[in-house]
């Protein structure tokens, strides 16, 4: 039951693109198509902001998009807001178990 | 509208127990297996437990197994985490969450101290 991989932070300016990448191994990540995104403002509750690799749900803005590739995947948010500022993390289906990635803070500049 | 609203969390101490609850409802609860979710103070999400829509089957996390035990009622749409044998690891702040091929719909969360 190890922890996901993610960068620590990555940063862009307004109107930019950043990808957060995620890796795990062929047990969860690479063994399934059910990884999650999740943002998370400040003593706020996670949002889920994509499901399914690359569904988004109801009301999150088409943005957001996620791929993944083996064992590693990947969210980018396109066109980066003032209020995408937030720290993200993956999640993946894992068998009998649920595994997440440590998180990656959003900064804009 | 769908919600989750979790209770029970406070200062216990070491060794101690405690048990909370999570109350859902604008969804068909017994359809959807349910998680627990906790994060502590600074940290990232970890993942603690899951339990089948039936109840049938749950499984923990390493860090939790044979001190946690989830449940729920279906009859009551209620979900249960009861912690035994308190760590100061443990202090979070724990969210019930909906499955749906991994969490989809979370509660605010309720915050558990370990503390003497």
């Known amino acids: 039951q190890s922890t996901l991989t993610q960068p620590r932070s990555v940063s862009g300016s307004p109107g930019q693109s950043v990808t957060i990448s995620c890796t795990g191994t062929?047990?969860?990540?690479?063994?399934?198509?059910?990884v999650s995104w999740f943002q998370q403002h400040p003593g706020k509750a996670p949002k889920s902001m994509i499901y399914d690799v690359t569904k988004r749900p109801s009301g999150v803005p088409d943005r957001f998009s996620g791929s993944k590739s083996g064992n590693t995947a990947s969210l980018t948010i396109s066109g980066l807001q003032a209020e995408d500022e937030a720290d993200y993390y993956c999640?993946?289906?894992?068998?009998?178990?649920?595994?997440f990635g440590g998180g990656t803070k959003v900064t804009v500049l | 509208q769908v919600q989750l609203v979790e209770s029970g969390g406070g200062v216990v101490q070491p060794g101690r127990s405690l048990r909370l609850s999570c109350a859902a409802s604008g969804f068909t609860f017994n359809i959807y297996g349910m998680h627990w979710v906790r994060q502590a103070p600074g940290k990232g999400l970890e993942w603690v437990a899951v339990i089948w829509y039936d109840g049938s089957n749950k499984y923990y996390a390493d860090s939790v197994k044979g001190r946690f035990t989830i449940s729920r009622d279906n009859s009551k749409n209620r979900l249960y985490l009861q912690m035994n044998s308190l760590r100061a690891e443990d202090t979070a702040v724990y969210y019930c969450?909906?499955?749906?091929?991994?969490?989809?719909?979370w509660g605010q969360g309720t915050l558990v101290t370990v503390s003497s």
């Open positions: 999640c993946s289906y894992a068998g009998s178990y649920t595994v």
């Open positions: 062929s047990s969860d990540v690479g063994g399934y198509n059910y």
């Open positions: 969450a909906r499955d749906s091929s991994n969490p989809d719909i």
